[in-house]
């Protein structure tokens, strides 16, 4: 479906919070917003009492949120969805051929590792198409779009996909190179290799920056080179962000179980609507290069 957002939802708050961002987001660029609940297969599977009340219940939810979403702004189309499956398969497929797929989640402590059994995380890992995590008190409204600035695969990936959504929200957007200072080596070449490493990290703001100003010439465009854990930084650089845009690679595979490390770490720490994009969901990298100005390698 061209140019719209599917909304997974269901009778939480955290839901609600993804519903206004995704409207206000459908308001800024015409979009059309799916609202899709999934009834779990697995409850209410032995009892055909049981799973036609979970069946009229799931209208019913359905039915309020479609009056909510309108609500929230005139011009919106909003059509609802009901399926039956596994929760997180069954909005992994809802997401191909869809702009963006949202979801809520409750905020939680700071959380290093392996995390099983949350929906936004495996969501964010089989998505086919870049999935936007809201947290639970998100106020929506235009701000800015940040992200990640990177030069791997995934990394052009997160930036293409972020400079669209600037331009297409009316935001700023802020690039952010997050680099690490030397550890293990005397002062004096430590102080020699942060100065390389910032100059690095600043050389690279300055290629991704031109590109972006390339595309959009009216953008408005800022950077910020942050020392520090590239998780945490990025965090603390989107607190007051409509969208944070990070990259993921998953190798060419959509089946892939694993989830960066920065990725998982900003979504277990998330304070602002975090974007995951995959390599293999890109379609504007390669369009990038065409446009004059454009620097797809900042670093030589």
């Known amino acids: 479906m061209h140019n719209a957002i599917a909304v997974g939802i269901c009778d939480s708050s955290a839901s609600r919070t993804a519903i206004r961002w995704a409207v206000q987001r459908a308001s800024l ?49 909003v059509g609802a969805t009901l399926l039956r499956g596994s929760v997180m398969w069954e909005l992994t497929r809802a997401s191909t051929g869809v702009d963006l797929i949202v979801v809520g989640t409750h905020k939680t402590g700071f959380i290093h590792g392996t995390v099983y059994g949350s929906t936004s995380l495996q969501l964010a890992t089989a998505g086919r198409c870049p999935v936007v995590v809201v947290p639970g008190g998100t106020s ?14 995934a990394g052009y990936a997160a930036f293409a996909v972020a400079v669209g959504e600037a331009f297409a929200t009316g935001q700023d957007l802020v690039i ?16 020699d290799a942060d100065e390389a490493s910032r100059d690095v990290a600043q050389r690279m703001l300055a290629g991704f920056a031109a590109t972006a100003r390339a595309i959009h010439p009216h953008l408005t465009v800022r950077v910020r080179a942050i020392e520090g854990s590239s998780a945490r930084a990025l965090v603390r650089a989107s607190a007051m962000a409509q969208l944070l845009v990070l990259g993921s690679s998953r190798e060419g595979r959509l089946d892939s179980p694993v989830l960066g490390a920065v990725c998982h770490d900003a979504l277990m720490n998330i304070v602002s609507p975090t974007a995951i994009v995959h390599v293999d969901e890109d379609r504007a990298v390669e369009g990038l290069a065409g446009h004059p100005g454009a620097v797809l390698d900042p670093i030589p």
Do not use: I, Y
């Open 176 to 191: 952010v190179r997050v680099w690490k200072a030397a550890e293990g080596v005397s002062d004096a070449d430590a102080e």
């Open 29 to 77: 660029t015409g979009a059309a917003v799916q609202l899709v609940h999934v009834l779990d297969h697995q409850a209410g599977q032995n009892d055909p009492d049981d799973d036609a009340r979970r069946t009229l219940l799931g209208h019913d939810l359905l039915t309020r949120e479609v009056w909510f979403a309108r609500s929230l702004a005139t011009g919106v189309a």
């Open 140 to 153: 929506p409204g235009p701000r800015s779009v940040v992200v990640g600035a990177d030069d791997s695969g």
